[in-house]
């Protein structure tokens, strides 16, 4: 009888065994810092991508103010009694119309007066523009009730109730909090709210001959970009002298 060799499997000696397991961690560290590199990334974008649409969103409502300027005050602007668009203290202030109560009376000159169709007590601490075709004023409302609206000053005129109109004024007033990086909207006399954060510069032009605007801001966390939009203020464009 032939006797048939048996063939010896050999394990992985102890070096061996130590190598591939420092080949197996080396792949291991290899792949967690090419997964956390990847995430950075992806948060980095995110994050880029989440600032432009708030810088964007931001700039849109600025429009949408810009656009409404001067809304309903075309004679009043024309007139010179204000304008729809103002820089004061830093702050841009638009202004337009927000409610136009009927006269019950004649105004006269010397009342604090205005008797008026209907009164809401929200026109409290407003500002109120009368005016007719040639002449006008404004004062501060500071109260509405019962019909009537008291003003802070007495009329410089006598208007005829048939030929005046009394505009209720709707003022916002946007600007960049330097000391916060925080891109503020106020509306009247209620509390500033934050529009924009980690703002590092905003400004708005107007060109009086044209009428068109033009919004730029810069992000602190991008100063390299900016964003920038140009809008044709229409109403404003009304209240131009003939």
């Known amino acids: 009888m032939m006797k048939r060799s ?59 103010d810009v656009l409404a300027a001067g809304q309903g005050l075309a004679r009043p602007m024309r007139l010179g009694l204000l304008a729809a668009f103002e820089q004061i203290d830093g702050r841009w202030v638009l202004v337009r119309a927000e409610a136009s109560p009927s006269l019950s009376s004649d105004p006269r000159a010397g009342q604090t007066i205005l008797a008026v169709a209907e009164t809401d007590g929200d026109w409290a601490g407003r500002t109120v523009c009368l005016y007719d075709k040639t002449k006008g004023e404004k004062a501060i409302v500071r109260s509405s009730e019962n019909g009537i609206l008291t003003l802070s000053t007495p009329l410089q005129y006598d ?71 140009k809008i044709l203020a229409r109403n404003a464009s009304l209240g131009k002298p003939f």
């Open 6 to 64: 048996g063939i010896g499997v050999r394990g992985f000696s102890l070096l061996e065994s130590l190598i591939s397991l420092f080949i197996f961690f080396l792949i291991f560290v290899g792949s967690l810092e090419f997964f956390g590199t990847v995430r950075r990334v992806f948060y980095r974008l995110q994050s880029r991508q989440e600032n432009r649409q708030a810088a964007w969103a931001a700039l849109d409502k600025i429009r949408t």
């Open 159 to 229: 208007y005829r109730a048939s030929e005046t109109t009394a505009a209720v004024l709707r003022t916002t007033s946007v600007y960049l909090d330097v000391g916060q990086n925080i891109l503020r909207r106020k509306i009247d006399s209620s509390p500033a709210q934050p529009l924009l954060e980690d703002v590092l510069s905003f400004a708005l032009s107007v060109d009086s001959g044209t009428c068109l605007a033009e919004t730029q801001l810069a992000l602190a966390s991008e100063p390299e970009e900016s964003y920038a939009l």
